[in-house]
Structure formats: C-alpha cells, structure tokens
C-alpha cells in the first residue's frame, strides 16, 4: 500500500510539473508568435512584393459570411459571383485563444460554487470568417493565376517539391502503383487504395508492407499509394486552403478517374482515416473493405458541438511538453508562424537533413519516415491540419453513421496501445459507432510502429481483408 500510495504521489507530482513547465513554455510561444508574425510580413513584402495573408487578425475586423445550420453544422464560405465554394474553412485557423485565456476560461466555468452564465446562441447563426480568409479568397479570384505558379520563397525549390509547377500536363496527386504489369498471364481482377496521415507520404506503404505483400496478392491486386496533396512529390499549391473538397477531388481526379478504378478497398493511416472516411460515403457502392489505422476521432460532448473543430484541437494538441509528441502537435496546431519558423528549418532544408542522416547512420537507418516527414510546405501542413483534422469534427459523426447504416463493406479498425498522439480510445469510439467494425489493439505499439515494425504481420491482415471482402 505504501509502494501504491508513493507511485500516486509521484504521478500527481510529474503531471504538475508537467502543467507547470507547459504553462510557461507556451505563454512564451504565445508572445514569439506574435513577433514571428510581424518578421514574417516584412520579409515576405521584402521578398515578394506583397502581404502574405495570416489568422491573426483582430476579431473586429472579421468580416460576416453565410452560415448554415443551426446547430454548429457544415460551415461554408459561399461567393455567389464565381464558381469558388470553399467548404469546412476550419474556425480553429483563427480561432486560438493564448494559454492565459485558456486557463481563464478553465477557471470560469469550474469555480468552485460559482454560477457560469451562458449566453444563448443566436437564431440564425454566422459563420465569421477573418480578414485572413477573406483575403485568401479574394486572392483565389482577383489575383491573376500565373501559368507556372511560384513556390513561397520560405519553401523548398528542388526538383522533387517543384516538379509539378513546371509541368505541362495539368497537376495530378503523385501515385505509387504495383502490380501485375501489362501483357501478364493473370491480369489484376481487384484494386486497393492507400492513403497516408499527416506529413507523411506514400512511402510509409511503399516502404513497408508493400514488399511485405504475398507473389499471389501482387499478381490479383493493383496497388495505389498517393501522396496528398502539398506532400511527398505531389502538387503544394500556394493559394489552395487543403479543404476536404480540395484533397477529395484530387484523389478522385489522380486515382480512382485516371486509372478507370471502379470498385476498391481502402487503407487509411491517420489523418488519412477522414480522407477514406469521406471517399466511402462519397462512393458508397464502390468499397469493397474499409481498413482505418489509428482513426483521429474525438466524440464531441453534447454542449461542445458549436465548438467541436475547437474541442478536436485542444484533444489533439493538448499544449503540453510532454510526451513529445504531443508538444510537436501543440507547436504545429497552435503556432501559425512558429510552425512555419520549423518548417522553413526542416523542410526547405530536408536534402541536407537527409543527407547528415545518411552520414550520421551510414545507411543503416531506413530514412524514409524521416524523407515523408520534411517533404510539404507550412501552407499545406497548417490548413490541412486544421481544416481536416479540426474541420471535419462535426462531419465524423455523420460519416460513421452512413457507414453503419449504408455501407455493406468489411470494416476493420488498428490501434497501437501506447499511441501518445491519438488515444486507442479513438478506435473504441468508431467501434462503438460502427457495431459490426472489428477492432484489433497492439499492445506495444504505437502511432507508428503499429505498422512499421511488424509489416509482415500488417501485410497478412490486410490480405485476410480482402479475401474475405463481400464481392
């Protein structure tokens, strides 16, 4: 008893240094934000000639828009004299109170014996979109798109991350395709679809449970692994908001059209669990298995549901050091210009980092996590984050109902138990949704090695899936 009660005080001790050391360490990444946000335009306008639109506009000067639902439902930016229609534009983009404010409200509503007044939500609520959106989308059509467009100068120019803006042909999703080539004796009868998490890339399948995969399934399945959209050697366009709509149609434009896919399985990692999430509901009749690893979905509590992208993003990024995974979410998901300080660190620069690695590891390290990882632009990054992951918060229940009620397929959940980024109770929670999903836990694995690591293993699960997928 005694070794119990000195474990809990210990625990409770670390968990309040933890608050602690948190508190202080973003309290000074509120005020550098905003000083990398006064550099930042400086020398964009230095650089380029122009202001480089952010979210940290004042809320007096956001600008009214139209609003939908009643009750937090799908917010759409709507501009009736063009054909733009820019869907789920995330309020978590300028939306971030600073820590101080964030305790404050804590503090508000969990005082002990005080009363909270709530004022009542309006009848017929608007969305609010700040003079950064507005902007951005003004851009989108005043400004006069060049032929060739122009990477951002804090972003990388080599050949990998700008091929696509020199391309004659119009701007496709890279795609990694394995399979029976043309002219085999038995030509593929069925197709699989791969998509990634956040700042990742095809390779975390290529590389992994691609070579994994049996002769008999390389010769009856062709594979598809893509990189989204502004990662890996796919397009990073500049003025693109990376909405749902946007990383939809780009699926459907480089894969499902271009290579005349008409029905498909889906495997999904992360943030790519949304993706495939949309793309099924999308294309009921088409999937054939649904396989969702380490799914990001956060049941939002009945009162949160106006807020939900704002709950989704306090759980994903919670603001603490520790673990360090979630210090890195926090940094990315709440910084704006601290996020785009690392990106032009890492990401601009990822051939030399590629380089001291393979130096540093003599090439013993296998570095393609680490190439996904810095391969993307902050543009892409920040709004994909925010306007998938946070935007779609509201969405998720609808998506997980259609496929409970209107979906046949197969669906199968993974989940590593010491996932520190996104909780297993993610996967019990789309379990709980969806009743007929199997559920697998790995109990010593985690949000990467729940694939990497025991691809073999991964690989046989993913053959068993679709063999005994409904045809």
């Known amino acids: 008893m005694g070794g119990e009660r000195k474990n809990s005080l210990l625990t409770l001790a670390g968990r309040v240094l933890n608050c602690a050391v948190s508190f202080v360490v973003f309290s000074v ?3 550098l934000d905003i000083i990398l946000c006064i550099v930042y335009k400086l020398i964009d306008y230095a650089v380029e000639a122009e202001w480089k639109p952010c979210y940290c506009s004042a809320s007096k000067d956001m600008v009214a828009g139209s609003g939908s639902g009643s009750g937090g439902g799908p917010k759409v930016v709507r501009l ?25 409200r804590k503090a508000g509503t969990t005082g002990s014996g005080a009363s909270v007044v709530v004022s009542p939500a309006p009848a017929a609520p608007t969305f609010r979109v700040s003079t950064g959106v507005a902007e951005m989308i003004r851009g989108k059509i005043d400004r006069q798109r060049p032929t060739r467009p122009v990477p ?5 120019c080599c050949k990998i991350c700008n091929s696509w803006s020199t391309a004659a042909t119009p701007s496709q999703l890279y795609v990694h395709v394995e399979g029976p080539r043309d002219g085999a004796a038995v030509p593929a009868t069925e197709d699989v679809v791969f998509i990634h998490g956040f700042i990742s890339s095809s390779t975390f399948w290529t590389e992994t449970v691609f070579p994994a995969f049996s002769e008999l399934t390389k010769s009856r399945y062709r594979l598809f692994a893509i990189d989204l959209l502004g990662f890996g050697r796919s397009p990073k366009p500049t003025d693109s908001l990376y909405t749902l709509r946007e990383h939809l149609e780009m699926i459907e434009k480089s894969v499902l059209k271009r290579f005349e896919i008409g029905r498909f399985h889906l495997v999904a990692h992360s ?44 759980q994903v990024a919670p603001r603490r050091v520790w673990p360090a995974i979630a210090f890195g979410a926090s940094m990315a998901c709440w910084y704006e210009h601290v996020s785009r300080t690392i990106c032009l660190t890492i990401c601009k620069h990822h051939r030399l980092w590629d380089l001291l690695f393979r130096l540093l590891t003599r090439n013993r390290m296998r570095t393609f996590l680490i190439e996904g990882f810095m391969c993307h632009t902050h543009n892409a990054a920040w709004h994909t984050l925010h306007n998938i992951i946070c935007g779609s918060a509201n969405k998720m229940e609808n998506y ?18 010491k996932d520190e980024l996104l909780p297993v109770d993610c996967s019990y929670a789309v379990g709980s949704k969806i009743p007929r999903a199997r559920v697998k836990i790995y109990d010593e694995k985690d949000h990467i090695t729940v694939v990497v690591g025991q ?14 997928a409904m045809h």
């Open 29 to 31: 990444l509120d005020v």
């Open 80 to 104: 009736c004299s063009s054909k733009l229609q820019l869907e789920d534009v995330s309020d978590t983009l300028y939306a971030r109170p600073s820590v101080v404010m964030d305790a404050a």
């Open 152 to 156: 951002c100068w804090s972003d990388c």
């Open 271 to 314: 943030l790519g669990s949304i993706l495939a999430l949309a793309l099924a509901v999308k294309h009921p009749e088409a999937v054939r298995s649904l396989t969702l690893v380490a799914p990001p979905y956060f049941p939002v509590p009945k009162g949160e549901e106006r807020a939900a992208g704002q709950y989704v993003m306090r």
């Open 400 to 417: 997980l109902d259609i496929v409970k009620n209107q979906l046949k397929c197969n669906v199968t959940i993974f989940h590593g138990r």
């Open 455 to 468: 691809e073999r293993v991964f690989a046989r699960e993913l053959e068993e899936i679709w063999k005994n």
